[in-house]
């Protein structure tokens, strides 16, 4: 949980492993925002994972510091997605 003058309140971001390529990497997904941010290759979680299962446990365990259960985290993943998917109707 993210605290905000003195509220507790969600995090509005998930850690989501992405497939970039033939590479296994980590993006971010904000809620009801297409797409995602590819997390910088500079960055200690950055680069290249040796398997989808391996960027997933990341993702699941920098979720897990934010706060997030793995069903919030899917959530936000998933309103992504969902926004992606409005875009392109539009």
Known sequence: M????????????????VIV???YRLGIAEKDVAGYSPISL????????ESYEHARATADECNKRLGLTPEEAFKIVASSMGASMRARES
């Open 2 to 17: 993210v605290t905000t003058a003195g509220k507790a309140t969600p995090p509005r971001v998930a850690y989501v492993p």
């Open 42 to 49: 500079e960055s200690d979680l950055g680069g290249d994972y």
């Open 21 to 23: 390529g033939s590479s």
